[in-house]
């Protein structure tokens, strides 16, 4: 021990049975963390292959008895919801291929060059996704009404653009940051153009980050219900289509709608949680 | 090259400015002249006394003002907790990432069905209170009449759905955390609490401020969770803009209800700028 030392209190040791105890704590909490999100997706996954029948069966047991499409069918069956089904999925795409075709370049700019302004675009940005999508919806239908594209497709899809559109660059951004700018000039020594470096370069390495980036884009387009509900009435989304059914419904509608709305985002997530931390971790700094 | 290619940045911006001016910026305007104005045209502030006089105005500003108090406290001792779990490093990390990440793609919606699922009379909550014997019959937990114990049902199920998005911006700040300092503690004989206290909360602090600020705009505008969880039984802010542009078909109050929002969002983000300045603003 050096002789400064001698005014610095000892270091209480902590046993290795302590290291352990504390351990086995950090086990308990995390799965008792894990079961309260986890619990919850089980049992609507179990209430929506229940059969109507047994719906209100009462008190059910969590061990499901008998496992049937019955109640999945009648919800996808039931009039306009299919429709609803493919709206919602062809908005998702508009919303993710716009996104990405004018978001990208904005993030790549943000990652590659510095410009006069660049930190009052990024702070511009950011303030963007403060804004509630409430005050956006409704003078948006309004203006849709002039436009003549109210109740359609492609009006949720551009409001859904909207609001993706400040994650997509910031994202991007980060993603092009990762990808080391010497190769791309690299290549430009080497006799490509700076598209050609981009095209073949740069863009491989950051295609993984750029498709998280995209179907993360494609999720928040899927859930969204505000925006959907008052920019649609004979056409809606599927969550619109959902939200407005939801009172005249029976109970096992809701839990197969719950169930089948949840199911793309458990898939989704699944495939980009490497990327998630980078993602929104870069997003805050 | 930057020289050469210098207004190769802006050409790359153009698309995206045009289309936040022509999608938000622009509505963003509309949205208060919309609700300085009558359906009639006139110039005024009659929509804002509409919806300051509307019966079920001060329900859904105290409900609304009572779910953002109620929840946000809750999710960010489950996102803190989570958070450590994560930065503990147990095995099968990513696993456990994923469990608590899950809700980060799931529809206000869908999470409120889910919860409904939990809550209805013969739901899971009141078969597994019959099964071990704590009730003989099932209780309703999602009536009108018991407002509180509605508000606690959107307080878990808002917990469940939106906690993950705290969490991932805390163990990316806690990652920032260089191990030194930890280690430092660790040296000096620190109890996981103190390090927690003393180390981990204070440079987490621009994690927790930004985290702050974002929920507590998103809590501001809770609407699906509530309308799937209390039917008619809570009215929130976002929900009566949604009553009035569409079934009452009145798009002036409905804006009025759409600036309230965005002026508490304001307000509660110039609070936490404020209230809890990180290091650099504390010195400036």
Same mark, same amino acid.
């Given at each position: 021990?050096?002789?400064?030392?001698?005014?610095? #209190?000892?270091?209480?040791?902590?046993?290795?049975?302590?290291?352990?105890?504390?351990?086995?704590?950090?086990?308990?909490?995390?799965?008792?963390?894990?079961?309260?999100?986890?619990?919850?997706?089980?049992?609507?996954?179990?209430?929506?292959?229940?059969?109507?029948?047994?719906?209100?069966?009462?008190?059910?047991?969590?061990? #499901?008895?008998?496992?049937?499409?019955?109640?999945?069918?009648?919800?996808?069956?039931?009039?306009?919801? &299919?429709?609803?089904? !493919?709206?919602?999925?062809?908005?998702?795409?508009?919303?993710?291929?716009?996104?990405?075709? &004018?978001?990208?370049?904005?993030?790549?700019?943000?990652?590659?060059?510095?410009?006069?302004?660049?930190?009052?675009?990024?702070?511009?940005?950011?303030?963007?996704?403060?804004?509630?999508?409430? &005050?956006?919806?409704?003078?948006?239908?309004?203006?849709?009404?002039? !436009?003549?594209?109210?109740?359609?497709?492609?009006?949720?899809?551009?409001?859904?653009?909207?609001?993706?559109?400040?994650?997509?660059?910031?994202?991007?951004?980060?993603?092009?940051?990762?990808? #080391?700018?010497?190769?791309?000039?690299?290549?430009?020594?080497?006799?490509?153009?700076?598209?050609?470096?981009?095209?073949?370069?740069?863009?491989?390495?950051?295609?993984?980050?750029?498709?998280?980036?995209?179907?993360?884009?494609?999720?928040?387009? !899927?859930?969204?219900?505000?925006?959907?509900?008052?920019?649609?009435?004979?056409?809606?989304?599927? #969550?619109?289509?959902?939200?407005?059914?939801?009172?005249?419904?029976?109970?096992?509608?809701?839990?197969?709608?719950? @169930?089948?709305?949840?199911?793309?985002?458990?898939?989704?997530?699944? @495939?980009?949680?490497?990327?998630?931390?980078?993602? !929104?971790?870069?997003? &805050?700094? | 090259?930057?020289?050469?290619?210098?207004?190769?940045?802006?050409?790359?911006? /153009?698309?995206?400015?045009?289309?936040?001016?022509?999608? $938000?910026?622009?509505?963003?305007?509309?949205?208060?002249?919309?609700?300085?104005?009558?359906?009639?045209? *006139?110039?005024?502030?009659?929509? $804002?006394? =509409?919806?300051?006089?509307?019966?079920?105005?001060?329900?859904?500003?105290?409900?609304?003002?009572?779910?953002? +108090?109620?929840?946000?406290?809750?999710?960010?001792?489950?996102?803190?907790?989570?958070?450590?779990? +994560?930065?503990?490093?147990?095995?099968?990390?990513?696993?456990?990432?994923?469990?608590?990440? /899950?809700?980060?793609?799931?529809?206000?919606?869908?999470?409120?069905?889910?919860?409904? *699922?939990?809550?209805?009379? *013969?739901?899971?909550?009141?078969?597994?209170?019959?099964?071990?014997?704590?009730?003989? =019959?099932?209780?309703?937990?999602?009536?009108?009449?018991?407002?509180?114990?509605?508000?606690?049902?959107?307080?878990?199920?808002?917990?469940?759905?939106?906690?993950? +998005?705290?969490?991932?911006?805390?163990?990316?700040?806690?990652?920032?955390?260089? *191990?030194?300092?930890?280690?430092?503690?660790?040296?000096?004989?620190?109890?996981?609490?103190?390090?927690?206290? =003393?180390?981990?909360?204070?440079?987490?602090?621009?994690?927790?401020?930004?985290?702050?600020?974002?929920?507590?705009?998103?809590?501001?505008?809770?609407?699906?969770?509530?309308?799937?969880?209390?039917?008619?039984? /809570?009215?929130?802010?976002?929900?009566?803009?949604? =009553?009035?542009?569409?079934?009452?078909?009145?798009?002036?109050?409905?804006?009025?209800?759409?600036?309230?929002? /965005?002026?508490?969002?304001?307000?509660?983000?110039?609070?936490?700028?404020?209230?809890?300045?990180?290091?650099?603003?504390?010195?400036?």
């Amino acid at each position: 021990m050096t002789a400064g030392a001698r005014d610095i #209190p000892m270091p209480r040791r902590r046993t290795g049975r302590d290291r352990l105890v504390g351990r086995a704590l950090t086990y308990l909490g995390a799965t008792l963390l894990a079961l309260f999100i986890l619990l919850p997706i089980y049992l609507i996954a179990i209430s929506a292959f229940t059969p109507r029948e047994n719906a209100f069966d009462f008190p059910r047991s969590v061990i #499901p008895g008998e496992v049937s499409t019955d109640t999945i069918l009648f919800f996808l069956n039931a009039s306009g919801v &299919i429709d609803a089904f !493919w709206r919602s999925v062809v908005v998702a795409i508009i919303t993710l291929v716009l996104s990405v075709l &004018i978001g990208a370049p904005a993030g790549y700019a943000v990652a590659r060059y510095g410009f006069r302004g660049r930190e009052t675009y990024r702070l511009a940005i950011l303030a963007t996704r403060a804004f509630p999508i409430v &005050i956006l919806a409704i003078p948006l239908a309004v203006t849709y009404r002039v !436009w003549g594209i109210d109740d359609t497709i492609i009006g949720v899809a551009l409001m859904h653009t909207a609001l993706a559109l400040p994650f997509t660059i910031l994202i991007t951004s980060s993603v092009f940051v990762s990808v #080391p700018r010497e190769l791309e000039e690299a290549a430009q020594t080497l006799g490509c153009s700076p598209l050609e470096a981009f095209v073949r370069v740069s863009l491989p390495l950051a295609l993984p980050g750029l498709a998280a980036a995209a179907i993360f884009t494609w999720v928040l387009s !899927w859930n969204d219900v505000f925006a959907a509900v008052i920019l649609t009435l004979r056409n809606p989304t599927l #969550p619109a289509k959902i939200l407005t059914a939801l009172t005249q419904s029976p109970i096992y509608y809701q839990f197969a709608a719950g @169930f089948v709305m949840l199911v793309p985002s458990l898939v989704v997530i699944f @495939f980009i949680r490497r990327y998630l931390l980078g993602l !929104w971790g870069r997003v &805050i700094k | 090259m930057t020289a050469r290619l210098g207004w190769a940045p802006y050409a790359l911006l /153009l698309p995206s400015v045009a289309f936040l001016v022509l999608m $938000v910026a622009t509505p963003m305007g509309q949205a208060f002249a919309l609700a300085l104005q009558t359906p009639d045209g *006139s110039v005024g502030t009659a929509s $804002v006394e =509409r919806m300051l006089s509307d019966t079920r105005f001060r329900d859904a500003l105290f409900t609304t003002v009572a779910l953002v +108090i109620l929840v946000i406290p809750v999710q960010f001792v489950l996102a803190m907790s989570m958070a450590l779990v +994560i930065n503990a490093r147990l095995r099968g990390q990513g696993l456990w990432l994923y469990a608590y990440a /899950l809700p980060l793609g799931i529809s206000e919606l869908a999470a409120g069905i889910v919860w409904v *699922s939990i809550f209805t009379q *013969s739901g899971w909550l009141n078969s597994i209170l019959m099964g071990i014997g704590i009730i003989d =019959r099932p209780i309703t937990w999602q009536s009108a009449e018991t407002p509180w114990i509605l508000i606690g049902c959107v307080v878990i199920a808002e917990a469940w759905r939106a906690t993950s +998005i705290i969490m991932i911006i805390l163990v990316a700040g806690l990652q920032s955390i260089p *191990s030194e300092y930890l280690e430092a503690a660790d040296v000096y004989g620190a109890s996981t609490w103190q390090k927690i206290r =003393r180390v981990v909360l204070p440079m987490l602090r621009p994690s927790l401020q930004v985290a702050l600020i974002l929920r507590t705009i998103l809590a501001f505008q809770v609407f699906a969770t509530v309308i799937a969880i209390a039917g008619t039984g /809570l009215d929130v802010l976002a929900d009566e803009a949604h =009553r009035w542009a569409t079934d009452i078909d009145n798009d002036n109050v409905a804006a009025a209800y759409a600036g309230l929002i /965005l002026v508490l969002s304001l307000v509660s983000t110039v609070l936490f700028l404020v209230l809890l300045p990180t290091r650099e603003e504390h010195q400036a």
